[in-house]
């Protein structure tokens, strides 16, 4: 069945550093990616998403670009920050609007 | 506007006793969705409500769950008998129309159900 695969964590960085978050999954037809962020103590939010392939989705300095040649919608970002600091969860969701997730990766930045 | 809400934040329960969850959507919102996310995981797919009627219910786990949304808008998770393996974060979301796959799923805070 459809399924997502993310980098395990959990992931420390210095603050400036380049993040890079290993996604990839596995579906049939064309699903709609996305990135979301759970900040401490908060809800799941949206980071960014790609619906089609090639498609570039970025947000406040992120960017995964949707790779249906390696079905890969890796995350990154050029110069992480403490409040950065969260758990990231990769995502996919079907046509049926079943949304599937992965294990999530903790990233913790440092001063 | 308010995003989407979930009552209790935090139930404590005994095994084998009945709970009930509460999800209020984003108005106007017509797709509601429940997860559950156990500790280290990410949100796991339980039930898709698409107006009043539960359009895909096969991530329910067993007949211990139920879930309801008799007006379109709040939606009540049921678990009856509960069993320690219960015990996680449930989650609930909504989206505008539930039809597009790439359309953004609003989450709530969670309700984190203990079971003793």
């Known amino acids: 069945g459809d399924s997502v695969t993310q980098m395990e964590g959990p992931v420390t960085l210095s603050e400036e550093a380049f993040l890079t978050i290993n996604c990839t999954y596995t579906a049939t037809g064309y699903p709609s990616l996305f990135w979301y962020v759970q900040y401490p103590g908060e809800g799941l939010q949206l980071l960014l998403k790609a619906t089609k392939a090639d498609d570039k989705g970025s947000n406040k300095g992120f960017e995964a670009t949707y790779r249906k040649e390696t079905t890969s919608f890796h995350l990154e970002k050029g110069s992480v920050q403490v409040s950065d600091s969260a758990v990231y969860f990769c995502?996919?969701?079907?046509?049926?609007?079943?949304?599937?997730f992965g294990a999530g990766t903790r990233l913790t930045v440092k001063p | 506007g308010a995003g989407v809400s979930q009552t209790p934040s935090n139930k404590v329960t005994e095994k084998g006793k009945y709970v009930e969850l509460r999800c209020d959507p984003i108005?106007?919102?017509?797709?509601l969705y429940w997860y559950r996310q156990s500790l280290g995981q990410g949100p796991e797919f339980l039930i898709y409500f698409q107006g009043t009627g539960a359009a895909d219910d096969s991530g329910l786990p067993n007949d211990r769950f139920f879930a309801v949304r008799p007006e379109g808008s709040v939606s009540t998770l049921k678990i009856q008998r509960t069993e320690r393996g219960d015990s996680a974060v449930y989650l609930c979301?909504?989206?505008?129309?539930?039809?597009?796959?790439?359309?953004?799923?609003?989450f709530g805070p969670g309700t984190r159900l203990l079971v003793l």
């Open positions: 979301a909504s989206s505008s129309s539930g039809t597009s796959p790439g359309e953004t799923q609003y």
């Open positions: 995502a996919l969701r079907r046509e049926n609007n079943d949304m599937r």
């Open positions: 108005s106007g919102h017509t797709a």
